[in-house]
């Protein structure tokens, strides 16, 4: 017994030492992007989204950005803010419409091993449950992240992952 107790005190500290060098590289190895919101922008009537769950788009270049998104004509918005797809690329989050929007917050967008992780916090807005709208909206979050090479991007909901999406070559 005497022997077992001195290997443990021999070893304690090295193994603290592996398991926080490990946690620092596994901290490293993410790189956590800033994010612009972008304001002005609607749906646009004949973009792909998804049922009952949300929907993600990344965009990369302006042609693209411009079928999903049209520029707000009413004058609910002072100003549109235009993502610079030379610098940056374009993240859109879309959820199916509803009478009771919920509030939509970005939480943090990182990029690690080539994989876009974006997280959002999807709250349920008290003020708009307890008397609807009289006419559907779209919630949605439209921001811009530096320019980045992803092969892969998760959206997580809430600490849920809800979707995956994968880079697809044109």
């Not at 060098?21 to 004949?46: P, V």
């Not at 859109?92 to 967008?109: A, D, M, Q, W, Y």
């Not at 997280?119 to 559907?136: N, Q």
């Not at 919630?139 to 530096?146: D, E, H, K, R």
């Amino acid at each position: 017994m005497p022997l077992f107790a001195l290997l443990k005190r021999y070893y304690r500290t090295p193994l603290f030492i592996a398991i926080g060098l490990f946690f620092s590289l596994l901290a490293l190895a993410q790189t956590n992007l800033k994010y612009r919101l972008l304001n002005g922008y609607l749906l646009h009537a004949d973009a792909p989204v998804n049922k009952g769950k949300p929907t993600l788009f990344v965009f990369e270049q302006a042609a693209t950005f411009s079928q999903i998104f049209d520029p707000a004509t009413n004058g609910s918005f002072r100003k549109r803010d235009a993502p610079n797809f030379d610098k940056e690329m374009a993240i859109g989050i879309v959820l199916s419409s509803t009478k009771t929007p919920p509030k939509l917050s970005v939480s943090r967008v990182f990029v690690q091993d080539s994989t876009l992780t974006v997280r959002y916090i999807r709250l349920a807005d008290t003020t708009v449950t307890k008397s609807p709208l009289p006419e559907a909206t779209q919630p949605m979050l439209v921001f811009t992240i530096p320019k980045q090479t992803v092969l892969k991007t998760r959206l997580v909901e809430n600490g849920k992952v809800v979707q995956t999406l994968k880079k697809r070559d044109d």
